[in-house]
Structures are given as C-alpha cells and as structure tokens.
C-alpha cells in the first residue's frame, strides 16, 4: 500500500471494520490529519466520548491536552498544522476493571507506517502515553511512561513524549511537577512558533 495518496489512505481507515466483531460495539474510526500536518499528536485509542463525536479529544482529556499545547479548542481543530492520529483509531471498549482496553495492535499493523508515510511535513510528533512511546521509540524508550517523558529531552526536537492527559494521571502529575514546570512551556512555546510559520 505504500505510496497510496492521503485522502484515498484516509477514506480506507476509515471504512475499515478489521476489528469487527472484536469490539464491544461497531468500529468508528477516528483520524484527523491532512497534508499540511506539521504537528501530529499520537495517542493510545479513542475513548467512549470520542466514539460517540467522532472527533478526537473531544472530552476532558483534550481540555488538558490543549492547555498543555497553549492552544484553544478552534485552533486545536481548526488550524491545519495540527493533526490527530491515535496508534488505534477505534474506541477499544471499557476494561471492567477500570479505564479503556490497551489500543490493539492490528490497528498500528494495518495503517500506521502509511499513514506517517503519507504527512511528509510533520515536523513535531506527540507521544502521548506509554503504547504511543512504546510503538515510536521503540528500544529507545526508557523502562517505564515516567522515566521516557523525564528523558523528553532526549527525543527531541521532532518527538515529545507526555503522559496521558487522563484526569486518571492527576495524581501523577502531583506526584512529577517537573512536568508541568518543564515540558509544558517548552511544548507551548515550540507550538506557538509552529503555528506562527
């Protein structure tokens, strides 16, 4: 499939039903890109909220992740530099035992490498929790989510990784508040230099 033009690539993610029958409800999807996409935010999966809009970080979640970026809700889905392509497009459904299932990785298999081929301008990539590091970094990760976003400076300047915006991580972030004295004003002041550009 390599070399399949964006809008045909994102027409087929989104027809496809490669989990069907898996999941606890009818796949949807979600992917938010175009060929301007310069800064591209890499998540786990779709929750429950962004299911149902179809449009990614439409829940508490985005709030945070938004003010980490220094960006309000129309920038966030309004301007083109900005896109938003989770390592699974598809809400993996509610672990009983609390929080989503892992994103699963047939998703990333299927679609992910042709994709990134495919938005050759990304110049900034978001690693937004452990699955999405794990996937991008691969051995260069550090051993745990914590210890690769306190090496965030090690991965740059094309790679950031952050915790999940979660309001699950509220205690983490207590627990790190180098995060949010360190990374997010580096992280607001590079997304506002990009989108002046």
């Given at each position: 499939?390599?070399?399949?033009?964006?809008?045909?690539?994102?027409?087929?993610i989104r027809a496809c039903r490669a989990c069907a029958g898996e999941l606890p409800h009818e796949p949807r999807p979600?992917?938010?890109v175009s060929?301007?996409?310069?800064?591209?935010?890499?998540?786990?999966?779709p929750g429950r909220r962004v299911?149902?809009?179809?449009?990614?970080?439409?829940?508490?979640?985005?709030?945070?992740?938004?003010?980490?970026?220094?960006?309000?809700?129309?920038?966030?889905?309004?301007?083109?530099?900005?896109?938003?392509?989770?390592?699974?497009?598809?809400?993996p459904g509610t672990d009983p035992k609390g929080g989503d299932y892992p994103p699963p990785r047939r998703c990333a298999d299927l679609w992910r490498r042709d994709l990134l081929a495919a938005l050759p301008k990304v110049e900034l990539t978001l690693l937004v929790g452990g699955h999405a590091q794990a996937w991008a970094?691969?051995?260069?990760?550090?051993?745990?989510?914590?210890?690769?976003?306190?090496?965030?400076?090690d991965y740059g300047p094309a790679r950031i990784p952050l915790p999940?915006?979660?309001?699950?991580?509220?205690?983490?972030?207590?627990?790190?508040?180098?995060?949010?004295?360190?990374?997010?004003?580096?992280?607001?002041?590079?997304v506002a230099a990009m989108l002046k550009r």
């Amino acid at each position: 499939m390599r070399g399949v033009a964006l809008d045909t690539l994102l027409d087929d993610i989104r027809a496809c039903r490669a989990c069907a029958g898996e999941l606890p409800h009818e796949p949807r999807p979600v992917v938010r890109v175009s060929a301007e996409t310069r800064i591209l935010i890499c998540g786990q999966a779709p929750g429950r909220r962004v299911h149902e809009s179809g449009m990614p970080f439409t829940d508490p979640s985005g709030d945070r992740l938004r003010a980490w970026m220094g960006v309000d809700w129309d920038t966030f889905y309004g301007h083109p530099a900005i896109g938003v392509a989770a390592m699974a497009f598809c809400f993996p459904g509610t672990d009983p035992k609390g929080g989503d299932y892992p994103p699963p990785r047939r998703c990333a298999d299927l679609w992910r490498r042709d994709l990134l081929a495919a938005l050759p301008k990304v110049e900034l990539t978001l690693l937004v929790g452990g699955h999405a590091q794990a996937w991008a970094l691969g051995e260069a990760a550090r051993a745990n989510m914590t210890e690769t976003v306190r090496a965030w400076r090690d991965y740059g300047p094309a790679r950031i990784p952050l915790p999940h915006p979660s309001w699950r991580n509220t205690a983490w972030l207590k627990r790190n508040p180098w995060f949010e004295a360190e990374v997010t004003p580096y992280l607001r002041s590079r997304v506002a230099a990009m989108l002046k550009r």
